[in-house]
């Protein structure tokens, strides 16, 4: 389970690499004792009135007997293998540390690339067939960098499975087994789901295969920081490590939302957890199963919310809708002739209150159709149409040509946030997702850097690292942000 581990909303993947340390919790029973003191009032006789009985109305808890029954079976648990650098640059073998530790940036500094090889991983997650032919859906961060994956059914039947896609953005990822006749889940409608309703989650928390926990729903459509483009389920479930990638059924026992992270300081649950709605889900695995990847639409600008003070200086009557902070050049928002000042109230119809609201209905359009904004544009109402741009966010392998051996690595563009983090140009800069056999793993390349040049050719795109790579030169030199720091790495390509 991706926990989220600091008050000032820092959301980050847990690692795929789950060593549980179980702490078996009692239940105290607490008595209170509750002391009544008397009122006194000066000068005044009261008569204390007869006692009167309360009639309090008796409400049933709902059962979820039947759901645990009947969808149990639909439910997997997931164990993944691989292996990975260590976690502290430059010092294999060292656990992940606290960022408050005194000494994680002693060690966060030390910018020396590890050697080939890794560290053995171990992790576990969750999952629910989909499909009676073995389509299984899980978060991508369970099987990220996994090397074989094992999906194991409540009757102790276990599969190899394959890894059919995964999709960063969306935390969705799709596996296929050899299997047929499949008891699946039934699909539901989240956009249906209230705030207040039970909702039911089946998992494997830690390992405990199949463990059943219930709650209700807090909130919807909460946006999370680097996941824009999820609308979140919020609801206080209890969910733990190992419950990634599992359904969250309502009391109709169709699966509304897949179990993705959690709020925790501690590392264990504590009343937050947040599920992707399996609307968006499921338009993902449609994607993944029948093109590889997933398409996404794009605006091409860098939004804000919008304050009273800020509503006040534009002219508005309220703060509602999306303020455009900035706008990308050459991006299909500028051809269209949005600017920067410009607040979008509409998008295709329906009305922009939280600029939180805007990135999940870009990313579902397909790239190449027409969107219509409604814009605040220089204290006035403004309509325009315009062509949805496409998302890069593909992954691809480095597949060198010619005598050039692979160069072992999984690349993908980056986003806007972690383009805005290192400060990097439009025309450089790939994220490394995975490290494979090859010339890479050698020179300590790890997932995580960010390659911004090759031999001082900055690289835009993965065709043209392969480029690079397939040349004549057999020494590259690939200049990586990690980190805080940026540094060169050599790499020979024999």
Known sequence: MIKINNLQNKFKYGSVAVVATLTLVGIIGLTL????????QANTHTTTPPQQTVQKSISTLPDFADIAALQGPTVVNISVSGTSQSE?????????????????????????????????????GSGFVVSPDGVIITNAHVVANAEEVIVKFTDNREFKAKVKGLDKFSDVAVLKIDANNLAVVKIGDPQQSRVGEWVVAIGSPFGFENSVTAGIISAKSRTLPDDGHVPFLQTDVALNPGNSGGPLFNMNGEVIGINSQIYSRSGGFQGLSFAIPIDVAMKVERQLLDHGKVSRGRLGVMIQELNQELADSFGLEKPAGALVSSVEKGSPAEKAGIEASDVI???????????????????ELTPGSTANLELWHKGKLKKLSMIVGEMKTSIAEIQPAGDAKKLGVMVRSLTPNERSRINASQDEGLMVERVVEGPAAKAGIRPGDIILSVNGEKIASEEQLKSLVSSKSKRLALHIARGDGKLFVPISID
């Open 88 to 124: 502290i640059p430059g010092f294999p073998g060292f656990p992940q540390m606290d960022p408050n530790d005194p000494l994680y940036e002693f060690f966060h500094r030390f910018q020396i690339p590890t050697p080939h090889g890794g560290t053995p991983t171990h992790g576990l």
């Open 33 to 40: 004792h509750f002391t009544h003191f008397s009122e006194v």
């Open 345 to 363: 109230l509409k998008f295709n119809g329906k009305k922009i209150t939280l600029s939180s609201e805007l990135p999940p209905l870009v990313s």
